[in-house]
């Protein structure tokens, strides 16, 4: 019986599945390979993992293309190897989440087949968004909307006597049909998969795209049919956090909540959320709804101490308040890395961006709530930013032809040991080369060269994962901001006996440090009474703090 509700301030290993490493040598990451790699994240300290999607899939998006969500697919293994990880994680203490894609599925789901062989109209189609064109002869498609990867979110169908036919609605890729939520029978096919997994132990789920599933019942044009590939966002209100999505979290809640009466187990829902304000984020985890949702601010937010501030504050403010922690992240498989993202032009190869990336990895550990690190961050990987355009797999790319916000440059598969590609990620000699190029420069940020270094990213993950599960001042709880010179945050946990301070220099000049003495674990090196610059550190003190 658990005692302690565990995902309130958790840290969740991301575990990029096909990325991770390669146990078959055919070049792609697999489940084995997961379970092989379960002792590394034990000694890193994180307390459970999320993998990606390992079900059937076409892998047009790798795996967010689903096919049937109840069971795995060959190139990942098997259902009886999931059960071995599932066994070999519970026995290390690591909690083990799976990512579900409510939102669409693959055009190569029996279900969408079924609905293509079946005439307008009826309850095949019905468990998706089929409509006539509009125009004399239906040609053009029933709204206005565009895809998120680009170009029109509607394709034609050819009927059964080869006429041009009804259009189909897909948010993202015409492989990736949007479920009609409206249809009661969606829900109940979900329950289904929610059950099937938890009887397999699992201790919870990431959401995929959980503000969508609804869309406007009338399905109108929009005012800015664009802005969802323009941001590469949901942004067309019409297409997502429609009012109705809190309907279906509260029944998975109530799930989760049926199997945890039986066992004590907590089971958990944490939500892809991306909505405008902090405040239509909390409306997410309200305490009937999902335990907890990504709050994605701190991960776009620029390199300023005044735009980490405002959305910490708003954060704390807004879902805190709701019962539920904030669920912090940095970065995520979609998403250029930190290394990358916070560095600049000017200064390429000073290590200012990987400094940053360290700074920030710290005061994200020192937030009130979870955090999600995903793979690779803790060796300090930067983006590969220069993979040739023959082996680009992302879909946005082979849909727009553009290269800009491509996600397979933080994708490329992790380095373990060596000097040399696989590094170590494909067994023998004979193995097929990874599924993306590594490069050469990968030798500096193999696991093996990390561990042996304390310098490295991962020993300052591991120090900092281990302070956390330590400190009782961090975790749960809240944080009071101290009055610091511009360009530097600092804020203090605790409410009784020492305090935990955190401070982060977001400038590249030193300043005199918040409290005296010598910090108990710094981004870089931190003297005793300064705060270099582009670092973060943390203190243990007496309570009495300099302004």
């Not at 379970?35 to 999607?53: E, M, Q, T």
């Not at 509260?250 to 304000?277: F, I, K, M, N, Q």
């Not at 494909?426 to 080369?433: F, I, L």
């Not at 605790?494 to 010598?518: E, H, R």
């Amino acid at each position: 019986m658990e005692t302690h509700r565990w995902w309130r301030d958790a840290v969740i290993y991301q575990v990029y599945v096909r990325s991770f490493l390669d146990s078959t040598g055919d070049g792609i990451g697999d489940l084995a390979g997961v379970r092989a790699g379960l002792p590394y994240l034990k000694k890193l300290g994180v307390d459970g993992i999320w993998l990606s999607p390992f079900y059937p899939s076409p892998q047009y998006d790798h795996g967010y293309d689903v096919a049937d969500y109840r069971d795995v697919d060959p190139v990942f293994g098997d259902l009886a190897e999931f059960e071995r990880l599932g066994a070999a994680a519970r026995r290390l203490g690591i909690k083990v989440l799976l990512d579900i894609v409510p939102n669409h599925c693959s055009s190569a789901h029996p279900r969408f087949r079924e609905a293509l062989a079946s005439a307008p109209g009826s309850a095949a189609r019905a468990r998706f968004h089929f409509a006539d064109g509009r125009g004399p002869d239906g040609a053009e498609p029933p709204n206005n909307w565009h895809a998120m990867f680009g170009g029109p979110a509607w394709t034609r169908v050819t009927e059964a006597d080869g006429r041009p036919g009804q259009w189909y609605l897909h948010m993202f890729t015409p492989e990736q049909p949007d479920w009609n939520w409206r249809n009661p029978e969606v829900a109940a096919d979900f329950d289904h998969v929610l059950r099937f997994w938890l009887d397999r132990g699992v201790d919870g789920f990431r959401i995929d795209v959980a503000a969508g599933l609804f869309k406007h019942p009338d399905l109108p044009d929009s005012p800015d049919p664009e802005a969802d590939a323009r941001t590469r966002d949901s942004a067309n209100p019409l297409a997502w956090n429609q009012p109705e999505v809190h309907d279906v979290w509260r029944h998975w809640r109530a799930v989760c909540e049926e199997y945890t009466a039986r066992d004590g187990r907590e089971r958990l829902l944490v939500g892809e959320v991306s909505v405008p304000t902090a405040r239509e984020h909390a409306k997410y985890v309200r305490p009937d709804e999902l335990h907890q949702a990504f709050f994605f601010d701190l991960l776009s937010a620029p390199w300023n101490a005044d735009t980490f501030r405002k959305v910490v504050t708003e954060a704390m403010q807004d879902i805190a308040g709701t019962g539920s922690t904030v669920t912090w992240v940095l970065n995520n498989h979609d998403q250029v890395r930190t290394v990358t993202r916070y560095g600049e032009p000017a200064t390429e190869g000073s290590g200012l961006g990987a400094a940053r990336a360290r700074a920030a990895a710290l005061l994200m550990l020192a937030l009130p709530g979870a955090a999600y690190v995903y793979q690779g961050e803790e060796l300090g990987l930067p983006e590969v930013v220069d993979l040739p355009d023959d082996v680009l797999t992302d879909p946005i790319f082979r849909r727009t032809g553009s290269r800009a916000r491509i996600r397979d440059g933080c994708r490329v598969p992790l380095p373990w040991s060596g000097q040399a590609s696989p590094f170590g990620f494909t067994p023998g000699a004979e193995s097929a080369k990874p599924w993306l190029p590594q490069p050469d420069w990968f030798a500096e940020h193999a696991t093996d060269r990390a561990l042996a270094d304390t310098r490295s990213s991962w020993h300052l993950y591991r120090d900092g994962l281990q302070l956390r599960a330590a400190l009782p001042q961090l975790g749960e709880g809240a944080l009071r901001w101290l009055e610091t010179p511009p360009g530097v945050l600092a804020f203090v946990r605790g409410d009784d006996g020492d305090d935990f301070v955190c401070a982060v220099n977001f400038g590249t000049a030193p300043t005199p440090a918040p409290v005296p003495g010598t910090p108990l674990l710094a981004s870089g090196p931190c003297p005793a009474g300064v705060l270099p610059g582009s670092t973060a550190a943390w203190w243990i003190h007496d309570g009495t703090t300099h302004a």
